[in-house]
């Protein structure tokens, strides 16, 4: 669905241009609450390709924070690249806390099972290629991801952030895994990490030391904000205060299989009735350093809210919306319907507008190939 708000030729991003006539007022009440927060920011110039690098890091850092799921997309990222074939990485995606009580075929394809609440959501299509893998990036790989999530067990389960020096290694580890989401995403293999295998077997060290101790020292930073502002305790109560360990809720919950993945959802989960009766919270985390932009934050409070009524079974119970904003160490929430009467200005009820909004949707997500509505 980013893809669709991002493009100027695309019916939905005009639909909500046209519907939500308060999306500036939102904007400006988002500008107010950081408007005295210095932001994190870069030490120095740095190129284009570091801002992304950076955000895609904290996000990862932040669904460690919330649920010790794969990093689905790093996994697919490998696999594209051909470093990995998909039996090596659907073991590894196994081998998480999340995933690890799957038995038989569900564990063979643990990489396309979803958490979602009190079931899971299956995004294989059918018939998987048995594509080779090369053994020695494997080797390399499992080294690094096993590694990984004993490092996050011993120094920042679930719910916590580490002490600095433990942060500033989950910084390499999490920009490790971004980049390898961008092979994924983009379709090009990094020229730092192409290099490296190129050369043979990479050790952990030299995978870890490809990111900028600047970088590292940011990215810490960032986690840092979190304790200094409170955000940290207000994630936790969102998430029903759970004892340590224990999951804050679901880490990049699919809201429409192949088409609106979200970043977090926040809520006490039962294993078998799902999010509790008081409701999850759906946020998106950004690491701008500015607010001030109408057209790009609009997007984002559209997203947020359309990926909560996207949700039409209820399966994640998506009662507050809002956004985490890393740079200021800001989180910033409301009631759903709230946040559909602000950003629709009065001018049309948020029932009225939902359907509306499922009609469209409908179209474009069967457009796809996609089942509507989802089941």
Known sequence: MTSELASRRSPL?????????????VVEQIATAVRDVRPVRPAGEVPARWWAETGGAFGQRLADLVQPAPPYYALLGMIHAKWVSPAWAHHQAAQYPSHRDLTGDYRARALHLRPAAASWLDLSGGSEPHLPGNPAAEAAWADFLERGRGYLARHAPAGAL??????????????????????????????????????????????????????VDELAALTRRLHERGTLWELRKLAGNPGPGVPLGIAGPTIVPHWADADLLLGAIDPDHGIDARGGTLLDVKTVVSVRDTSKVGRWLWQVLLYAWLDTADRYRIRRVGLLLGRHGQLITWPVDELAEHLLGRRVTGDHARDAFHDLAGQIITGHGLPWPVA
């Open 13 to 25: 991003a005009a639909w909500c241009e046209r519907t939500f006539a308060g999306t500036a007022s």
């Open 162 to 215: 580490g002490l600095p020096g433990a942060e500033a290694g989950l910084a390499r580890l999490c920009w490790l895994l971004t980049v390898c989401e961008d092979v994924y995403r983009s379709g090009f293999v990094d020229d730092r990490l192409a290099r490296l295998f190129d050369a043979g077997r990479p050790t952990v060290d030299q995978l870890r030391g490809l990111v900028e101790q600047r970088q």
